[in-house]
């Protein structure tokens, strides 16, 4: 059955494989399936057609057959629940792994998103110079639990799991910049994330589109 994901026809990040789909891609890889792409340009995410698949008018979804998932977190673990090689046979580190998807996206990720936020869009407000310090020692004190919790591990919990492509991904977010690079073995982690061919694979084949999406 054809596994069909949505992309930026021109993604902001400009193929620095740090688009929401590439979340999606790394998944399918690692657990060697197949896909093919629909790239949505920014003037189609309103259109009732997408809305359609994504009520919130944004990327990734997923289709496959009469199923149709968007949100990353939640295709991740669809394709970790209906594929083997992301999840550990055993159900408590199943479980585990579990919890740790739902830490990125609840207690991790948000945190380096509204930085991005204060960055980008609010560099410009009287009260942006001020609150910025109080995001980044949030995202600090977060990274300082995380990092110690990880300690000299290569994963999150034993092997790797779905809750690494999602955590890797998230800190990629801020790859050689302050706070991540005051903890070494986050940035170590990090690289090990990338260095896995998975991750190449899912990353060449989002820059190829970009690429495409370009011509």
Known sequence: MTITITAFADAPDQGAGLARDMIVRWALEEVGQTYETRLVAWADFKKPEHRARQPFGQIPTYEEGDLVLFESGA???HIAE??????????????????WMFATVSDVEPLIIQREVMEYL?????????????VEQRIRDRFAQLAARLGSDDWLDGGFSAADVLMV?????LESQTPLIEFPNLVAYVERGKAR???????????ADWEVSRR
Do not use: H, Y
Not at 91 to 96: E, H, S, V, W
Not at 122 to 134: C, D, I, N
């Open 75 to 77: 295709i991740v673990l």
């Open 169 to 173: 991904q998230a800190l990629r977010r």
């Open 82 to 99: 209906r594929f083997s090689g992301l999840f550990p046979a055993d159900l408590n580190a199943r479980a585990r792994a579990i919890t």
């Open 197 to 207: 061919p998975a991750f190449k694979r899912a990353f060449a084949a989002q820059l």
């Open 122 to 134: 609010g560099s410009e407000k009287s009260w942006a110079e001020a609150r910025m310090p109080l």
